[in-house]
């Protein structure tokens, strides 16, 4: 049974910077899309970035482009999001994701897995 354990989150000043962790099991996920979602209160689940975990391809929103990297490690089988120079807008509930298949999907009803999600709050 597949398990997506999400860590990291918590409170942090505008600038700041989080490192949530996603640890992985039950399968093996080289042919899966690891992806990070979002959802603020009040709003849709929207898309943050996602990797290809057979080659560490990756993608992002426009709204965390050059701030936020996505990553993974084979060996821990552990999905990263580093998360730099937070703005108030990124607060959320932090949702790691993952989908059968090697391309980017950025609807978060194409994916199959769900952990149970991180807070992560900003203050201003």
């Known amino acids: 049974q597949v398990q997506l354990v999400e860590s990291g989150g918590g409170l942090v000043q505008a600038g700041g910077s989080l490192r949530l962790s996603c640890a992985a099991s039950?399968?093996?996920?080289?042919?899966?899309?690891m992806a990070w979602f979002r959802q603020a209160p009040g709003k849709e689940r929207e898309f943050v970035a996602a990797?290809?975990?057979?080659?560490?391809?990756?993608t992002y929103a426009d709204s965390v482009k050059g701030r936020f990297t996505i990553s993974r490690d084979n060996v821990k089988n552990t999905v990263y999001l580093q998360m730099n120079t937070l703005k108030p807008e990124d607060t959320a509930v932090y949702y790691c994701?993952?989908?059968?298949?090697?391309?980017?999907?950025?609807?978060?009803?194409?994916?199959?897995?769900w952990g149970q999600g991180t807070q992560v709050t900003v203050s201003s």
């Open positions: 990797v290809l975990w057979s080659d560490d391809r990756t």
């Open positions: 039950g399968r093996t996920f080289s042919s899966y899309t």
């Open positions: 994701a993952a989908a059968r298949g090697l391309y980017y999907r950025t609807n978060y009803n194409e994916y199959n897995y």
